[in-house]
């Protein structure tokens, strides 16, 4: 009989450990805001890690890890989000110029399409060089997991 308890014992915690990777998985797949979102439009896109462990900056690590950054395709310049905020399907953002003479706030919502709305709430518009003009980003914009076209 113990070596029939010892046995359940065994399946019980075998099928907890597979639950929980299972569990661990799924959380890791749903994390809306990490990875890259694109606007074709604008040649632009959003590199993001609002749960805590960050991005760097690509030519300008000197900002260490920070929570996102926008860049585009023609301007070596990058907007850098230095605090975000998730609150269920949007995340509240502080966003600078990367020299820091401009910022904004702005709010990053998850629609039910799978698009990202960012709408800019206050603060300096966005701009970015491109053919040599500044080229002013609106005050809403709309980002989607696929790629650019090159």
Same mark, same amino acid.
């Given at each position: 009989?113990?070596?029939?308890?010892?046995?359940?014992?065994?399946?019980?915690?075998?099928?907890?450990?597979?639950?929980?990777?299972?569990?661990?998985?799924?959380?890791?797949?749903?994390?809306?805001?990490?990875?890259?979102?694109?606007?074709?439009?604008?040649?632009?896109?959003?590199?993001?890690?609002? %749960?805590?462990?960050?991005?760097?900056?690509?030519?300008? $690590?000197? =900002?260490?890890? +920070?929570?996102? @950054?926008? &860049?585009?395709?023609?301007?070596?310049?990058?907007?850098?989000?230095?605090?975000?905020?998730?609150?269920?399907?949007?995340? %509240?953002?502080?966003?600078?110029?990367?020299?820091?003479? $401009?910022? =904004?706030?702005? +709010?990053?919502? @998850?629609? &039910?399409?799978?698009?990202?709305?960012?709408?800019?709430?206050?603060?300096?518009?966005?701009?970015v060089v491109e053919n040599r003009k500044w080229v002013k980003i609106p005050k809403t914009i709309v980002f989607t997991r696929k790629g650019m076209d090159k």
């Amino acid at each position: 009989m113990s070596k029939r308890i010892h046995n359940i014992n065994r399946l019980v915690l075998a099928v907890a450990m597979m639950l929980s990777g299972l569990l661990h998985l799924s959380a890791q797949g749903n994390r809306t805001f990490e990875g890259k979102v694109f606007n074709s439009e604008f040649s632009m896109w959003l590199e993001m890690d609002f %749960y805590g462990e960050g991005v760097k900056v690509p030519a300008q $690590e000197i =900002f260490g890890q +920070v929570p996102g @950054y926008f &860049a585009t395709r023609r301007d070596g310049r990058k907007w850098i989000v230095t605090d975000a905020k998730i609150d269920g399907e949007k995340a %509240y953002l502080t966003v600078i110029n990367d020299y820091g003479s $401009e910022d =904004f706030t702005a +709010v990053l919502y @998850y629609k &039910a399409d799978g698009t990202y709305q960012l709408e800019r709430k206050s603060g300096s518009t966005m701009k970015v060089v491109e053919n040599r003009k500044w080229v002013k980003i609106p005050k809403t914009i709309v980002f989607t997991r696929k790629g650019m076209d090159k």
